[in-house]
């Protein structure tokens, strides 16, 4: 389907859903980012109904090909309703379709949030010393009210349980399960996750986790978290996986001693977070969860160059995803090697 012929559709789509009587298309372009699924901005002159006015949108479909472990888009939108209504500043989700007849697949339309998500601008000056502060105790906020978020959820019974075993050593046997996929070898992932196996922590509240939160998926309007994007890993999980995947020296992007997302540091994420939930962060944990965040980004780099080199999707941004292996496994080995000489 043409994109003019999805930019109609989807604007006959939203009126109908709205109540509108017609529907004028403004704007309709693909979003930078979102290596794995595609985003467009919908921008509509609604005539009527619930909406009235110009509206921005962004419309989630899926990729050309997807990643096993991302959630389809009816799972993230269920997931994305829940933590929009726990107060995290996620877009709010105004509709699904599952009609492959209105433009060729899955999607929902959510509301359009203003701000900038480029983890390298962000991290480049776009932010002063107070703005970045101020964000970096934000995220702190915004983690606490979505881990807040305990099972059992009906609406979210598509989520795995960690069981038994834990999470982390239920993230290890994911991750060993994808690299057996890919055919090539990779030793020191594999020495990674033996050792990540061998000190994984016990004893962790389960809570919904983003599974992706890191600079780069959310928008800062100023000094103003003003949305959490990418929900597709969404997971039951140990409330530090969120926060150290987000202090993963593989997310700092161009400012690589702050320690928080290339934003800030460590202790205001961590009060921020401990005032919000009334519980305090072992910093301990959270550095583990750093190193089990350097493997998982290590597979997916893996997993976005066999999309390309599958023939599935031929994209440049892949293909240099992949790339990216060794400098990840190295950041990863030295991780390890800090944790060992401080125990």
């Excluded at 709205?18 to 699924?37: K, N, P, T, Y």
């Excluded at 900038?116 to 502060?133: C, F, I, K, N, P």
Aim: hydrophobic share 45%; net charge negative; with cysteine.
């Amino acid at each position: 389907m043409a994109g003019a012929d999805i930019s109609a559709a989807l604007a006959d789509y939203v009126a109908a859903r709205a109540g509108a009587r017609g529907a004028r298309v403004i704007e309709f372009q693909r979003l930078s980012g979102g290596a794995i699924q595609d985003n467009h901005a919908l921008t509509l002159e609604l005539d009527g109904g619930s909406l009235p006015g110009r509206q921005e949108f962004v419309v989630r479909r899926d990729a050309a090909s997807r990643i096993a472990a991302s959630l389809s888009r009816p799972q993230e939108f269920a997931v994305l309703r829940v933590a929009h209504e726990a107060g995290v500043a996620a877009p709010r989700p105004y509709w699904l379709c599952t009609d492959p007849s209105v433009a060729g697949g899955d999607f929902y339309v959510m509301a359009r949030a203003r701000g900038v998500s480029s983890g390298r601008e962000l991290t480049s000056g776009a932010l002063d010393e107070r703005q970045a502060r101020a964000v970096t105790r934000q995220l702190g906020e915004q983690l606490a009210r979505l881990h807040a978020v305990r099972p059992p959820r009906p609406e979210l019974d598509f989520l795995p349980q960690p069981g038994e075993q834990g999470a982390a050593a239920a993230r290890v046997a994911q991750y060993r399960a994808a690299l057996a996929r890919i055919p090539q070898p990779h030793p020191a992932l594999e020495w990674a996750l033996d050792w990540l196996l061998r000190h994984a922590p016990q004893g962790a509240t389960v809570a919904l986790c983003h599974g992706d939160f890191r600079t780069g998926n959310y928008m800062v309007d100023g000094d103003r978290v003003s949305a959490v994007l990418d929900w597709e890993f969404a997971a039951w999980s140990d409330p530090c996986e969120d926060l150290g995947w987000l202090c993963a020296r593989s997310w700092r992007f161009a400012a690589k001693d702050r320690e928080v997302g290339g934003i800030g540091d460590k202790a205001d994420l961590f009060d921020s977070y401990a005032q919000a939930c009334g519980q305090p962060v072992d910093p301990q944990r959270v550095a583990y969860w750093e190193a089990m965040a350097m493997a998982r980004w290590a597979v997916i780099a893996l997993q976005q160059a066999q999309r390309h080199l599958s023939g599935e999707e031929l994209s440049l941004e892949l293909a240099l995803t992949g790339r990216m292996l060794p400098e990840i496994e190295m950041d990863l080995l030295d991780h390890i090697h800090m944790l060992e000489a401080g125990r």
